[in-house]
């Protein structure tokens, strides 16, 4: 579903909710070694809960993971 080099996966997960499951999604993303992890960050967000009528603010970890083309590295390209 993503284009073979170039890709942005951005994933949003609650912190608390299968952090195993995570865990061992991000250690096989590194292993397979096509995706690298550009942001990692946990942030609180204003959601509305339909069921409670109330808004609710859960902490949720944003990932934007980015699919890199061979010989790609990290940092500035001159």
Known sequence: MLRPYGSLLLLADPPLRAKHNRERFLELVAAGGEFRVEEFDERHVRV???GRA????PR???????RGAPGDT?????
Do not use: D, H, P
Not at 54 to 57: D, G, L, P
Not at 60 to 66: D, I, K
Not at 74 to 78: A, E, Y
């Open 54 to 57: 109330t808004w609710e603010v």
């Open 74 to 78: 990290i940092g500035v390209k001159l």
């Open 60 to 66: 949720v970890v944003f990932m934007a993971l980015r």
């Open 48 to 50: 509305w809960n339909q």
